[in-house]
């Protein structure tokens, strides 16, 4: 017999929104851009929180128009806490700001969580994303500690770890920027490090229960995604969420983000508007429909 607080708990589980919080871009389709819809078609009821506005990415129109969020963040949070709104768990992209980290520390701790995924979005291509202060790295690495999965690119993990990853062109040269990854996470949680190019492909890699690196990719494509590693970890935290095992949540995470980018490459509109999201959408759609 389940107690009367445990099926609280569980249907608690099941209405309570799942939180997105990261920066709302209003031109390119990334960040908030990609993951509300996928997790929508997911099928997933969701608290939207930005933490930003911004007129567009920061990476490729200049100096966009911004404001911060974080007095938005506590009174939203305020609100939901008093109409009895709780969180199930959370995914986190870009924050903008150590005040917006600290600020989400906070709340994800206090409440209950099942699934964490923190995506510690701060630069690519070896470098900090413009506009982001340079102790950023610092606060994402306390930041990191509440999650259950993280998602980092290759630049990203060596801003976190400060080991050096030009030197990988083996799976086994993973295993040292795996490890200390790990070593930043509490015990159950796993790293999964994304963009990793490894025999003309491109994928990611984690360690599995018998401490091996695993290694899971698709043909490189040529240019650069904006917004391909948050239209990866939207997915991985769909999947995860429709309780596919963490090496079956990668895998399908990885084949699906490829179906966008292939759709992106083969699109006319310049990438710095983002990914192009209808065919992915669609296979969420039978992802989701499936008996
Ligand atoms: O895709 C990462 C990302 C998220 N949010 C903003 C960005 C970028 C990358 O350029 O500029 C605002």
């Not at 938005?72 to 709780?86: K, N, S, T, Y």
């Amino acid at each position: 017999m389940i107690s009367p607080k445990e099926r609280d708990d569980m249907s608690h589980q099941q209405t309570s929104p799942f939180m997105v919080a990261q920066d709302l871009s209003a031109v390119s389709t990334l960040s908030m851009g990609v993951s509300v819809p996928i997790l929508s078609a997911f099928g997933q009821p969701l608290a939207i929180l930005p933490t930003s506005l911004l007129s567009t990415q920061t990476e490729e129109f200049g100096t966009p128009a911004k404001i911060e969020l974080s007095d938005f963040l506590p009174r939203a949070l305020q609100h939901w806490q008093e109409q009895q709104i709780q969180i199930s768990g959370a995914l986190t992209g870009y924050l903008g700001s150590n005040r917006i980290i600290d600020q989400l520390a906070e709340v994800i701790t206090r409440h209950p969580r099942n699934l964490i995924v923190v995506d510690p979005v701060m630069g690519d291509q070896g470098s900090l994303y413009p506009q982001l202060p340079s102790d950023y790295p610092e606060h994402m690495r306390k930041f990191i500690r509440a999650a259950d999965v993280i998602v980092p690119n290759l630049t990203e993990a060596q801003f976190l770890t400060g080991l050096s990853t030009n030197q990988i062109n083996t799976v086994d040269q993973i295993l040292p920027l795996l490890n200390a990854l790990q070593k930043l996470l509490k015990p159950q949680a796993h790293a999964v490090i994304t963009g990793i190019v490894l025999s003309n492909k491109v994928g990611c890699a984690w360690i599995n229960d018998n401490g091996q690196v695993q290694f899971v990719g698709r043909p490189i494509l040529s240019g650069h995604f904006y917004g391909s590693g948050d239209v990866f970890a939207s997915l991985l935290t769909g999947y995860l969420l429709n309780e596919e095992p963490l090496p079956q949540a990668i895998r399908l995470a990885t084949s699906r983000t490829f179906i966008a980018l292939q759709e992106t490459s083969q699109s006319d509109i310049p990438r710095k508007f983002g990914i192009r999201l209808t065919k992915l959408i669609n296979d969420i759609a039978s992802y989701t429909s499936r008996d």
